[in-house]
C-alpha cells in the first residue's frame, strides 16, 4: 500500500523558512509525480507545487515560484518542499501528494492525485 509521511510543518515568523518532507512508501518516488497543495480554514485545496516523475521539471503556483522549491531525494524516497520568505498567507495545512497516472509533466488539480498525506500545517506569524 502507498503511504505518504508529511514532516516539517510548524510555526514560523513571516520571512522566515521551513522545509516540508514527504516519505513515500510502497512505491519507488520516481514512479510517481509529486504534489504539493495547502487548504486554508474555508478555503478549497489549491496546487502549490509539483515535480515530475522523470524529476527533471517542477512547477509552481505563481504566488509561490520564487519562494518555495521541490526536490527530491531519492534514495530516501522522499519529496521536499523547501519554502522560503514565507508570508502569513501561506498558512495553511500542507499536503503532498502522488500521482501514478501521470508520466509526463505535473498536474494541479486534486483529482488528478491517487495517494495523499496526512498533511502538516504550516503557521507563518506577523
Known amino acids: 500500500q502507498v503511504q505518504l509521511v508529511e514532516s516539517g510543518g510548524g510555526l514560523v515568523q513571516a520571512g522566515g523558512s521551513l522545509r516540508l518532507s514527504c516519505e513515500v512508501s510502497?512505491?519507488?518516488?520516481?514512479?510517481?509525480?509529486m504534489g504539493w497543495f495547502r487548504q486554508a480554514p474555508g478555503k478549497e485545496r489549491e496546487f502549490v507545487a509539483a515535480?515530475?516523475?522523470?524529476?527533471?521539471?517542477?512547477y509552481y503556483k505563481v504566488s509561490v515560484k520564487d519562494r518555495f522549491a521541490v526536490s527530491r531525494h531519492n534514495a530516501k524516497n522522499t519529496n521536499y518542499l523547501q519554502m522560503n520568505s514565507l508570508k502569513p498567507e501561506d498558512t495553511a495545512v500542507y499536503y503532498c501528494a502522488a500521482s501514478n497516472g501521470l508520466r509526463v509533466g505535473a498536474s494541479e488539480l486534486v483529482n488528478d492525485y491517487d495517494y495523499w498525506g496526512q498533511g502538516t500545517q504550516v503557521t507563518v506569524s506577523s
Open positions: 510502497g512505491r519507488t518516488i520516481s514512479s510517481v509525480t
Open positions: 515535480l515530475s516523475r522523470s524529476g527533471l521539471s517542477t
